[in-house]
């Protein structure tokens, strides 16, 4: 439109120049070479408004890109390509910032999600420091109840031992108790020998001046343990005799029925001595008199 009336007044001032120099025509020209000088200083003025205002708008969409990229990498999004060239810088600059604001509103949702994962994480270490506190309640009490248990477990062990001590001792007691209970003694020697020890003695029968009739041997009621030989009943089941082929005769309580010899006349017996049953052998006393 400006090109057009410039064209109109250049033609209009040729008209006039051609119609000759009245005052007319010299006031039409000097306006028309003003209207032309302001046109086109008007023109130039635009022009460089122009160039500065796209600048402008090109500065302003380095940063916006600047931004733009930034964003971009911490969201992990790629930008979406535009085609540039087809729009006008302040179109494009639109296009720019709603593609700005799409990656700022990621971020941004992004940034919501972490603080709810955060708020969650912190609402789980709570419940976790909860469990924690209560488990090392728990740990303080069953330490509290194993030490109890511990010390209990040492005055017990203690008294097992002192148990064990005594019993050990009544073991002891009960062997000695039961070594004497078995132990058992013999003599086996003539007559006149056992006479003369004081370990049998003659009771009963009449004193003739030659024989003594109804006289009995017995075993003395203070004998001499001395001469007596110590045997366990337990083990000491076969007495050996002096002499194998004398005869002997037990004059104390024992019972050959329970024993048993190479050869046997009621209460006299030849070779040794065998006991088959030692408790009821030496059930009658512990002391065995053997007179040949």
Same mark, same amino acid.
């Given at each position: ?7 109109l ?5 040729a008209g006039?120049?051609a119609?000759?120099? @009245?005052?007319e ?18 023109t130039v ?6 160039? @500065?205002?796209?600048?402008v708008?090109?500065q ?11 964003? $971009? ?5 790629t ?36 603080? @709810?994962?955060?708020?969650? @994480? ?11 506190a ?10 509290a109840?194993?030490?109890?248990? $511990?010390a209990?477990?040492?005055a017990l $062990?203690?008294?097992?031992d ?5 019993? &050990?001792?009544? /073991?002891e ?15 086996i ?8 020890q ?15 009739? /109804? ?5 003395? &009621?203070?004998a001499d343990?001395?001469a ?7 083990s000491?089941?076969?007495i050996?005799?002096?002499? /194998? ?17 190479d050869?046997?006349?009621d209460?006299?017996?030849r /070779?040794?001595?065998?006991i088959?049953d030692?408790?009821?052998?030496w059930?009658?006393? &512990? ?6």
């Amino acid at each position: 439109m400006k090109t057009r009336s410039l064209s109109l007044v250049i033609l209009t001032v040729a008209g006039l120049a051609a119609c000759g120099d @009245s005052k007319e025509h010299k006031l039409a020209d000097s306006m028309a070479t003003a209207k032309a000088a302001e046109q086109q200083r008007l023109t130039v003025q635009l022009a460089a408004q122009k160039d @500065s205002l796209t600048r402008v708008v090109l500065q302003a969409d380095d940063f916006i890109q600047h931004i733009d990229s930034s964003v $971009s990498r911490v969201i992990g999004k790629t930008k979406k390509s535009t085609k540039k060239g087809t729009l006008d810088p302040l179109a494009q600059q639109i296009e720019n910032r709603k593609a700005v604001m799409e990656r700022v509103d990621a971020l941004v949702a992004r940034a919501r999600a972490t603080a @709810s994962q955060l708020k969650k @994480s912190q609402e789980d270490n709570k419940v976790l420091s909860a469990q924690l506190a209560n488990d090392e309640a728990m740990i303080n009490d069953l330490n509290a109840t194993i030490q109890h248990q $511990s010390a209990t477990i040492a005055a017990l $062990s203690t008294r097992v031992d002192s148990l064990n001590g005594v019993t &050990r001792q009544m /073991g002891e007691t009960i062997a000695t108790l039961e070594a004497q209970h078995n132990k058992a003694f013999y003599v086996i020697s003539n007559e006149d020998e056992l006479l003369k020890q004081g370990v049998i003695v003659h009771e009963g029968g009449a004193n003739l001046l030659i024989a003594h009739p /109804g006289r009995t041997i017995q075993i003395a &009621r203070t004998a001499d343990a001395s001469a007596f030989t110590a045997v366990d009943q337990r083990s000491s089941n076969v007495i050996q005799m002096p002499e /194998g082929d004398h005869r002997w005769r037990i004059v104390s309580r024992q019972s050959l029925d329970y024993a048993a010899v190479d050869e046997r006349d009621d209460n006299t017996f030849r /070779g040794n001595l065998k006991i088959t049953d030692p408790t009821k052998f030496w059930g009658p006393s &512990r002391f065995l008199v053997v007179v040949e």
